[in-house]
């Protein structure tokens, strides 16, 4: 019976493992996928802060610009955002779209 037992909790901690291996992270599902384009006139604040450089101060400012002066017509509009320099739009212009054309 005690060999039964241990062979069972065995089997379970190796179910446990690999379930766990398996699992995509509950984080991943929210963010987009490197190669999918941000659309900056849509996504959200939460959204945003996936690109690199871009924490929750700068796509809130983002957000801000975009409902105080309507869509951005082009990617290089991202640089009127204060704060939004050519590093930062350098690190993300590949990674971002106005939306389709």
Known sequence: MRKTMQAIAGLLAVALVATAALAPPAL????P???EKININAATADQLTAL???GPSYAQRIVEYREKNGPFKKVEDLLNVTGIGEKTFEKIKDRITVGSK
Do not use: C, E, L, R
């Open 28 to 31: 991943a599902a929210a963010a």
């Open 52 to 54: 690199p450089g871009i």
């Open 33 to 35: 996928a490197a190669s």
